[in-house]
């Protein structure tokens, strides 16, 4: 973890540089010997572009950890595509069988991939700490979800959602760093 009394820590994340160089503080998981001599890159997205790497770092950290509704929501969002390709409604009761029989059967899919390959039942699921990278995945998923709530106009933003707060690492890599450019 981020030692918050570093001199460089601001926003969840050191700002003193490349990971390696030398720290007032030691423990600042920036400048440890672990992450030392890493790569750092820098990538350039539309607003689009990070709403959708968000969503699949939030949706596939889930994954991992077995919180199968993600799961079940991607089946159900995909037979809707196929049932407004085939009629032009999302939810045709008399196509396929009807959305509340696909329903019921993608929840009764997740139940049983969820117990046979979590161990889990249906209400039980894992997270942060179970997997190191769906932890990765959920934190670059905060730190742009938090940036994309910054750059919100004022009267578009709550401060009492989840956007608000900034990134809370639970990995053991330093927060990702996101700024607008334009």
Known sequence: MIDKNCKYYKNGHCTKGLPGTKCELKGCVA??????????YNLQL???????????CDQFSRLICGQDRSFQE?????????CKEATGKMMDDSWDGGW?????????????????????????????????TA??????HQTIRHQ????RPADKKSS???DAS??????????AIIKRIK
């Open 31 to 40: 400048h440890t010997k672990k992450n030392a001599g890493q790569h750092i």
């Open 148 to 151: 994309l709530w910054l750059d």
């Open 135 to 140: 932890d990765i995945l959920f934190d670059l």
């Open 74 to 82: 991607l089946m159900e969002s995909a037979w809707e595509k196929r």
């Open 100 to 132: 509340q029989n696909m329903r019921h059967e993608a929840e009764a899919l997740c139940k049983q991939i969820k117990k046979r390959f979590w161990g889990c039942d249906w209400n039980a699921m894992y997270g942060v700490h179970y997997d190191d």
């Open 46 to 56: 539309t607003e689009r572009q990070a709403k959708l790497l968000s969503y699949a």
């Open 160 to 162: 009492i959602t989840v």
């Open 166 to 175: 900034e990134a809370m690492a639970f990995s053991n890599e330093p927060l």
